[in-house]
């Protein structure tokens, strides 16, 4: 049975829009609430039970408004909380964004960075990852303690974000083919990692999520039928229009 209840896309701020932007072009028809938890973001440097304890109540607040599937648009979020929503909730379709190391080490002689946040980078999930793709190959990981929260502050490709790229970059200047961007939020600064590193290539999972979120959705013949663009709501638990506002630059980037 087709349906026109929303899709919801959950990130600790504006990070998730990110994902909205290839699910809106995947599935444009589609009806889109996006909530942000600005007020408590950035999450990647908080503990895993707070992390869990807020993304928890978010999920739950995004169900009460009848979601037909929630995206966990968020690498943080999704190692620390994914397998217990999915306990909790049963049957409502929870779809799940980690870092794309499959892929990147996929390529011969692959020298792969992975930027996320120390949250996502410490938890067992990311080490099961490792474990299950990347034993055999070269992999620097890289916690980004304030790239989040700057992206959050509304700086994209500017000389604030660049000054710390640039720091936190220069070990890798000339020693990575390929940089994984495990953190939603990376994608609005990909330009001036590119502008430090060179000639990486570029990996993030958010194509690959809003092709999930298609095929769960046709599995369980939960797509939307209309014909017409769908509609989409920003929601936070921060300052409205602030965050709205940035969210629909970002969507344009
Ligand atoms: N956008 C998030 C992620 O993908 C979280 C960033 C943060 O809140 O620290 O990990």
Redesign the pocket.
């Known amino acids: 049975m087709a349906s026109n209840r929303p899709i919801a896309v959950f990130?600790?701020?504006v990070?998730?829009i990110s994902i909205l932007r290839k699910l809106t072009e995947l599935l444009p028809n589609e009806n889109y609430i996006y909530f942000g938890d600005s007020k408590n973001?950035?999450?990647?440097?908080r503990s895993h039970d707070d992390i869990r304890r807020l993304t928890f109540e978010s999920v739950d607040k995004l169900v009460s408004l009848s979601a037909k599937a929630v995206v966990i648009?968020?690498?943080?979020?999704t190692s620390v909380a994914i397998d217990g929503l999915r306990e909790h909730y049963g049957d409502l379709p929870i779809i799940g964004?980690e870092p794309a190391i499959k892929p990147a080490v996929s390529q011969s002689g692959a020298r792969v960075l992975v930027m996320?946040?120390p949250?996502?980078l410490s938890e067992e999930r990311f080490a099961a990852l490792m474990e299950r793709y990347a034993q055999n190959s070269t992999v620097h990981l890289l916690p980004c303690h304030r790239l989040?929260?700057l992206i959050e502050q509304g700086h994209t490709d500017d000389d604030v974000v660049r000054s710390y790229l640039g720091e936190i970059l220069a070990p890798y200047v000339g020693n990575v083919s390929s940089v994984v961007l495990?953190?939603?939020?990376y994608p609005f600064v990909q330009k001036s990692i590119k502008a430090i590193l060179g000639d990486v290539e570029i990996f993030d999972g958010a194509s690959g999520t809003a092709r999930e979120v298609k095929r769960r959705l046709a599995c369980l013949s939960l797509l939307n039928d209309s014909s017409t663009r769908g509609t989409l709501d920003i929601l936070t638990s921060g300052d409205a229009e602030q965050f709205e506002e940035l969210c629909r630059r970002l969507l344009e980037l």
Do not use: F, I, K
């Not at 973001?41 to 440097?45: D, E, F, L």
């Not at 648009?73 to 979020?77: E, F, K, S, V």
């Open positions: 990130d600790s701020g990070g998730g973001a950035p999450y990647g440097s648009a968020c690498n943080t979020a964004v996320a946040t949250a996502t989040a929260h495990g953190c939603t939020h």
